[in-house]
């Protein structure tokens, strides 16, 4: 009668190996090296894996992660202005985006994703700042253009690689979707 | 409706929404509390490249530095007295606490770096934190071995300052980058390319006279207040060791005269 399943040990494995990658993810961000950074900025791990959590996943998967992920880069930066807003947005649109198959190959789909989500994320920040009157406006909108696109760039070189890796532990522990 | 709906998510799904909540709830307090053991958790994790390379300050002299320091020390020795003999609190620092920077936040908008000193190296929260140069920035977070600074580059930082050639205040907000934005309070300051920019202690966050930056380009006399732009002299980019001022015990402000106690008769 219960539709209840004793939860297989593989699947156990599966989310914890992808609890580490997030934490990793969010950690990078402190190490700076050659090679990692272009014009000053970092890649946005945080965005990178995101992208790649919803690729494949519903709606909720996607919200939710780019929530969680959200509050804990708030958690090691600064809670005001929130990561959280762009992050869930990243998650919501790829999950809208991914149907449109411009590219049928998926690497350089998430790729080309990656690089749109790490332009709003950084959008999301500056209109943050900017509505919470913390600088000159002008000032914020230069630093904006520089970042979003260095960090865009660098975003979607990386997450075709982070994509493979995440995507081969989920469908070795049968936990995509 | 709904009641039966969440059941059946229930009877569906128990495993994943305890630990989906489990998860958020966690997420959240984190954020809410912006725990210092994130930094301390940095430092382990770091703790085995520091022990196997055992790194050392760099020793940082010539002749002429030497000869600069041994003036700086004769007037800081004369400052005292005659601070004593006005009775004027003294003014210096404590003794510095060398410490490495072991992680650097890369995200776009902080500016934050965490060094391997805390609490039990007597760090306290909002001691001054400088670099060969100058003011590098303040403690925001302490753990047992480790804490977070934050830049004077990062926006969030706001530190009165004043020129030193002629004493006019100002504050100085951070930019992203290595340079910042110094608004005066006075719009008719007159400023000179390559002045010096020192605390001017007015608050109480950082003691008075530390070398923050120089004037980098005129004036922006259009925009209300004035600003112009300030480049910083510690190189923001390469920091590797800095020194920590942990806070002295504050000295009393200038006592005033009171009725009761009998004055002091001079020799």
Known sequence: MSLRKPFPSQHWLGWFGTGVSALVALWAQWLLLPGLALAG??????????????YQRSWWSAGLGGLIMGLLWDSVTAPLPSHVPGLVLAGLLTVRLRGYRLLRSDPLAVGLLAFAMAVIQETCM???????????????????????????????????????????????????? | MLREGIRRWWTRYPWQTILVMTLLAGAFWLRQAQVPWLAEAWYWLNWPVLGLTGSQPPV????????????????????????SLLNLPAANLSQPVAAEIIGRNGDHWWQQVIINRGSADGIEEGSPVLAPGGLIGEITQVADHAARVRLISDPRSRIGVMIGRTGAMGILVGQYKNEAALEFFDSQTQVRIGDLIVTSGLSSRFPPNLVVGKIKSPPDKQAQPMRVKVSFTAPMDGLQWVSVYPKLPTTPPLSEPQADVPAQTLP
Not at chain 1, 41 to 54: G, I, R
Not at chain 1, 147 to 165: C, I, K, M
Not at chain 2, 60 to 82: C, F, M
């Open chain 1, 41 to 54: 900025a970092a890649v946005d791990w945080a965005v990178v894996w995101v992208v790649c959590w919803s």
């Open chain 2, 60 to 83: 940082l002299t010539n002749h002429r530095l030497d000869e600069l320091q041994g003036q700086i020390s004769s007037l800081q020795q004369e400052n005292l007295k005659l601070r």
């Open chain 1, 126 to 177: 500056a209109l943050q700042f900017v509505a919470l009157g913390n600088g000159n406006v002008q000032e914020i909108w230069a630093h904006h253009q520089k970042v979003s696109l260095a960090s865009g760039l660098l975003a979607s070189l990386w997450t075709p690689l982070a994509w493979w890796l995440l995507h081969t532990w989920w469908k070795k522990t049968d936990t995509l979707g």
